[in-house]
């Protein structure tokens, strides 16, 4: 089909796609000899390929079918030798139909060397080939499902999308996924309303054409039947269904008396990481101009302390630099969590390029992942000492590194050497799950870094879709949009220019102050389980309790909602239009695509009704206005950073003694929060689990799929057990966010690293 | 080179022993770049066909996605997943040799070894396939005893050839 004419040139057609481009080439590609090749190609390909389009999931945006359409093909002139073979269930979400596979190698290739799994090859050769996995075995992959995105015909199909629709009945909207911080471009394919699948378009930046099984499967949250599709308010103890006009009545008449019988700074909001900088704006913009508190927070998270050391330390151009730059580097250390869980798609880009003879690729990672095998060098972190290894890198002496960071000497020598010797360098970490104190000290520990090599960039990558937004658009007690410091004289004359009003002079209180601090009267929760993510779940279900207002506006109950006064519903990624900031710092467009569930409605038009039903009509019409205005008012700070060494506290302790092994919890391929807990795919495809390493198994008796139990000092979860080659000995892995096993009932105040025991539970 | 292609019979304890000792032989290749060729023949040389704890053991030590080692066996006719006869006669059918009556060298084959092609010989020992060119067409007609070619032969070269060969085993 690439074939070409070619003057001056070989005396026969030429492969397009193998010749490169020279000067003063003529290239012909539509002369009678060239469309009489393609069209024996075609008619070769029919030979063998059913005319099934009635009943294939491809038909409609199939590559051979509107190629035989545009060439005016009747029916193949050679015998049709028709196939038969049975479709093949792959694995839970792929399928293959041998018959209509043309052998392009498309779905091997984009599995090898984009993903860089290589699940798929093509078995024997010529007229017997097939597309086959390894032996024919079940496909144990990380079912991104590019394999059925790349393929021309309906030979690779998605199997929760199979005869769910033709092509022709969906309508697609290009948006941006709302899982994870690389934020990938998808295009959303829906039908009167609802998602049906996701795919990819167009290959743009950030994810070049590939998303991760959480792009392509993990948007079935979208329809789900647990969503909240009605305001309520509690009545007798009871949520009760209401209209709109009567919450937003509601709402606005307590905020109102509470703001003057207690005063606007026992009021405070809680916006997320998960909802669209438009969102959030409008939140603290209700909170900052309306009510008159700068009490607006995000609920716990990695990526705001991060950003505030990183920008304090090596300026506010260092937090964010483009993935190009990152791919670009010489030498790049992966610390802490494994990005190939939490952020996909760019370790996949990471993984070619390392493959490509790009950046060598040091994976320092807690467990162990599909990045060693493309890795330089690899090796394992104790959990808990990350900050430390990254200041042994830098040159801090330490004592038994082996004990104390879990990696020799000689390799921290290696690791230290190669940053010091590249020419561009990069540390990769993801800021999510690690306590306050310690994501500071890790931060701090990378500044530190970069400092001492003078060229090493910093790539925090938030761990919620939108954390980095949220930052910006100042959902911050402390700054406000930009980020910009609350006394920023300037940011204050932006926005009082559109708000009319000022916000307050004084920063806001903490969020734990303000949570436990006692003088909590009313609490607005957007998009965030405060209390789940509480360090004291106890104490701040009571101040809740004691509160006399609490706000909940979410997609799903939580153990915040089902205590609120009010739930308010809001809308998912695919309901409303906005944008998140990716890792880079990039604003990556949300569509609206589908109408909002129910009587649900896009997050920012619930504060922006309560404010205009409190007096102070904000006037939006639609989500590109509220853009237009981040953009005028939301100006970063350009700090220059005090280019001096941060000090780095401690390190947790070792395990050891009752609780001797270390809990890990991070996100992977197929949790992330409760969005991807709800609706099917994701969670079938990771049960509930904790994962174990094989010869600690042994050691304790546990086999493959018993129930364990896990207990720390704080609590104890059971799961049952998978044994993993990637865990290593005296690690146990929780995957974050799995609301039958919540890791954080085992560490509150430190979910992460926590020592823990573990032991078979007998049945 | 002479290689056999494998002991008819193997049991289950021989070759997890063979299983353990191919892991041994591949740490010399680890880290060698193309080294899955060899390592296919070093798999094959020892149990007589590459068996699906092979394919597994040489991803595992080697590093090469088991999709891949697996596409790469059974594209090259050469390697086998199934466990086969001691001795492979293979008959060249393509231009020049069937220009020189590769079709009679085949047809006194199977004669010999008693068994259509890409069968076993009742007792185990002997299989005929009939091969594309081996790349001898100047000794037409060509044939292959395991890896050994021979060319041009006669019919009664082929009788003798496999007599020869079933006397190795009595």
């Avoid at chain 1, 006394?487 to 102050?513: C, K, N, S, V």
């Avoid at chain 1, 993510?533 to 509160?547: E, F, S």
């Avoid at chain 1, 609706?679 to 086999?703: F, M, R, S, W």
């Avoid at chain 1, 979860?717 to 096993?741: C, H, I, M, N, R």
């Amino acid at each position: 089909m690439c074939v070409v004419e070619i003057q001056p040139g070989p005396p026969r057609p030429s492969a397009s796609c193998t010749t490169l481009v020279a000067p003063g080439m003529d290239v012909r590609t539509d002369t009678e000899a060239i469309v009489g090749i393609r069209r024996k190609t075609i008619e070769m390909l029919l030979q063998h390929h059913p005319l099934d389009c009635p009943y294939c999931d491809q038909s409609g945006t199939c590559e051979l079918q509107d190629e035989t359409f545009d060439l005016n093909i009747w029916k193949s002139p050679f015998e049709t030798v028709s196939k038969a073979y049975p479709e093949e269930n792959l694995n839970e979400v792929v399928m293959i139909n041998h018959n209509r596979c043309i052998l392009c190698y498309r779905c091997v290739r984009v599995c090898d060397e984009q993903m860089g799994v290589h699940a798929l090859d093509v078995s024997d050769r010529g007229g017997r080939s097939f597309i086959v996995t390894a032996q024919h075995k079940f496909m144990d992959c990380e079912r991104c499902g590019m394999c059925i995105e790349v393929c021309p015909v309906g030979a690779v199909l998605s199997r929760p999308f199979k005869h769910v629709a033709r092509a022709w009945q969906t309508v697609q909207a290009d948006s941006t996924c709302p899982h994870c911080s690389v934020g990938c471009k998808i295009q959303v394919e829906s039908r009167k309303g609802e998602v049906l699948r996701v795919r990819v378009g167009e290959p743009v930046e950030p994810n070049r054409g590939i998303v991760c099984v959480k792009g392509f499967f993990g948007w079935s949250f979208v329809n789900d039947d647990e969503r909240i599709t009605s305001p309520m308010i509690r009545r007798a103890g009871e949520l009760v269904e209401v209209g709109w006009r009567e919450a937003i009545e509601f709402v606005s008449d307590r905020l109102t008396a509470v703001a003057e019988m207690e005063g606007p700074e026992t009021i405070g909001a809680v916006g997320s990481g998960r909802c669209t900088n438009e969102d959030n704006y409008a939140l603290q913009r209700l909170m900052r101009s309306v009510v008159g508190t700068n009490n607006v927070y995000l609920g716990p998270n990695g990526f705001a302390a991060t950003h505030q050391v990183i920008s304090s330390t090596l300026g506010s151009e260092a937090v964010f630099h483009s993935q190009d730059e990152l791919l670009e580097s010489d030498v790049v250390l992966v610390i802490g969590a494994d990005i190939n869980g939490t952020h996909n798609v760019l370790a996949a880009h990471l993984k070619a390029a390392a493959r490509k003879g790009g950046p060598k690729l040091i994976a320092a990672t807690r467990i162990g992942s599909a990045l060693d095998v493309f890795a330089h060098k690899s090796v394992r972190v104790r959990p808990g000492a990350e900050s430390k290894l990254l200041a042994a890198i830098s040159g801090e002496e330490i004592a038994d590194p082996e004990s104390s960071v879990g990696v020799s000497g000689d390799d921290i020598a290696a690791i230290g050497d190669a940053l010091e010797n590249a020419e561009k360098s990069a540390i990769v970490w993801d800021t999510g799950l690690w306590t306050a104190g310690r994501v500071a000290d890790i931060a701090g520990a990378a500044c530190n870094v970069a400092l001492s090599t003078g060229k090493t960039k910093l790539f925090p990558l938030p761990e919620k879709g939108n954390l980095a937004g949220a930052v910006e658009v100042g959902m911050d007690p402390a700054a406000l949009p930009g980020p910009a410091a609350i006394d920023d004289t300037a940011a204050r004359a932006r926005l009082g220019e559109f708000w009319g009003a000022l916000p307050p002079t004084e920063p806001g209180t903490g969020l734990d102050e303000f949570l436990y601090g006692g003088r909590m009267k009313a609490l607005y929760v957007m998009g965030e389980d405060i209390i789940a993510t509480a360090k004291d779940p106890a104490a701040a279900k009571d101040a809740m309790d004691a509160a006399s207002l609490v706000i909940v506006q979410d997609i799903f109950m939580n153990s915040t909602a089902s205590i609120a006064d009010v739930v308010l519903p809001g809308a998912t990624f695919a309901e409303k239009s906005g944008h998140f900031i990716n890792f880079e710092g990039r604003a990556c467009p949300v569509t609206k695509s589908n109408p909002t569930l129910g009587d649900s409605r896009e997050d920012w038009e619930i504060p922006a009704r309560i404010a205009a039903q409190m007096g102070a009509d904000f006037g939006y019409r639609e989500a590109s206005e509220l853009w237009s205005e981040i953009n005028e008012v939301a100006k970063p700070a350009e700090l220059s950073g005090s280019m001096t060494a941060v000090s780095v506290n401690g390190t947790v302790p070792p395990p050891g003694g009752d609780y001797p092994f270390a809990l890990v919890t991070e996100t992977n391929l197929y949790t992330a929060g409760s969005s991807a807990r709800h609706g099917p795919v994701l969670a079938d495809l990771y049960p509930a689990q904790v994962e174990i390493n094989e010869a600690d198994a042994e050691n304790l008796a546990i086999e493959d799929g018993q129930t364990v139990e896990v207990t720390s000092a704080g609590g104890a979860v059971t799961a049952s057990a998978k044994l993993s080659q990637f865990v290593p000995a005296g690690v146990v892995y929780l995957a974050d966010s799995l609301p039958e096993v919540p890791a954080r009932e085992l560490g509150r105040s430190a979910p992460d690293a926590t020592p823990v025991s573990l032991r078979k539970v007998e049945d | 080179m002479t290689q056999a292609t494998g002991p008819v019979e193997q049991t289950q304890a021989d070759q997890s022993t063979v299983l353990e000792s191919l892991r041994t032989r591949l740490a010399d290749l680890k880290d060698e770049p193309g080294s899955l060729l060899e390592a296919l023949y070093i798999a094959q040389e020892m149990l007589g066909y590459v068996a699906p704890e092979s394919i597994e053991i040489i991803s595992e030590e080697l590093g090469y996605p088991e999709a891949h080692v697996f596409g790469v066996v059974t594209f090259y006719t050469l390697f086998y997943t199934e466990p086969q006869p001691k001795h492979i006669v293979r008959v060249c059918r393509d231009l020049s040799c069937h220009i020189a009556g590769a079709t009679k060298i085949a047809a006194r084959a199977r004669q010999e070894i008693g068994a259509h092609p890409g069968h076993a010989s009742a007792d185990g020992l002997l299989k005929l396939e009939l091969v594309s060119c081996l790349g001898q067409c100047e000794k037409q007609p060509a044939l292959m005893v395991n890896l050994d070619v021979h060319g041009p032969v006669t019919e009664e070269e082929v009788t003798d050839l496999i007599r020869s060969l079933r006397e190795e085993d009595q």
